[in-house]
């Protein structure tokens, strides 16, 4: 028998795929409570996302920056915890490995995912917002914004409307956040100088006579200051995360 990707350790010895000596070997390894992967698969943020699915209470949320990832924008190294959405009366323990925040939860807010719920797009970029530190919560945005899982306007009119703890802070961060910028690192640097009271362009193009020359990362314009990584015309280098 083929082992999925992950699997329930009580299903498989209950079906006999495994044994419970071949779950204390080298072939498996434990993701979390009762959910395992077979020990040849690369451990993942989406595939702990996947093992979390199964393991959490029916009713819970995987949100924020894991949703975001799973989702195809690479916001979280594979050991981060896994976010998630649990309503107030969950029954949910203190569990390594998870990040967990209560509040209600909508049928609007999720899909259906991995035999558990993936919040939709526009609450993971609410989820991104509320609670975090302003660059931080900003950069996530950006990240979103640019790989078009979501509108600026759209998540602009949601924060708009709502009442959260934090939401005043959130719509900060919507006012804030620009598509154009192209990593996590650049947007933080661009919040920090606009908290500084300056005005930086991302993705400036330096002319001269002939036209563009180079590409920059940030510009200061008006202050003829510019950030990048580029190292030729129109070409420009991507820190990682």
């Known amino acids: 028998m083929v082992l999925p990707s992950v699997f329930r350790r009580s299903e498989a010895v209950a079906c006999g795929a495994l044994t419970r000596a071949q779950l204390r070997g080298p072939s498996v390894r434990r993701l979390c409570r009762d959910v395992y992967t077979t020990s040849a698969g690369q451990i993942t943020h989406e595939l702990r996302c996947r093992a979390s699915a199964l393991a959490l209470?029916?009713?819970a949320v995987?949100?924020?920056r894991s949703a975001a990832t799973v989702r195809g924008v690479p916001l979280c190294w594979p050991e981060?915890?896994?976010?998630?959405?649990a309503?107030?009366?969950m029954r949910l323990g203190h569990r390594g490995g998870f990040d967990v925040r209560r509040t209600a939860i909508e049928p609007v807010d999720w899909e259906p995912w991995a035999g558990g719920r993936l919040a939709t797009p526009m609450?993971?970029?609410?989820d991104l917002l509320l609670g975090r530190d302003l660059p931080d919560a900003v950069a996530d945005l950006d990240a979103v914004l640019r790989a078009g899982l979501v509108e600026r306007s759209a998540v602009t009119g949601l924060v708009a409307q709502r009442?959260?703890?934090g939401i005043v802070?959130?719509?900060r961060?919507?006012?804030?956040?620009?598509?154009?910028?192209e990593s996590l690192p650049e947007s933080k640097l661009r919040v920090h100088l606009v908290l500084d009271g300056l005005a930086p362009v991302p993705q400036y193009w330096i002319r001269d006579a002939g036209g563009r020359i180079a590409r920059v990362d940030l510009a200061l314009p008006e202050h003829k200051i510019a950030n990048s990584s580029t190292t030729a015309t129109g070409g420009t280098a991507r820190p990682g995360r």
């Open 57 to 59: 209470p029916a009713g």
């Open 62 to 64: 995987i949100t924020g």
């Open 80 to 85: 981060d915890d896994v976010q998630v959405l």
């Open 87 to 89: 309503p107030p009366e």
């Open 123 to 126: 609450r993971l970029a609410l």
């Open 163 to 165: 009442s959260d703890n």
């Open 169 to 171: 802070a959130a719509r």
């Open 173 to 181: 961060a919507v006012d804030l956040a620009d598509p154009r910028a």
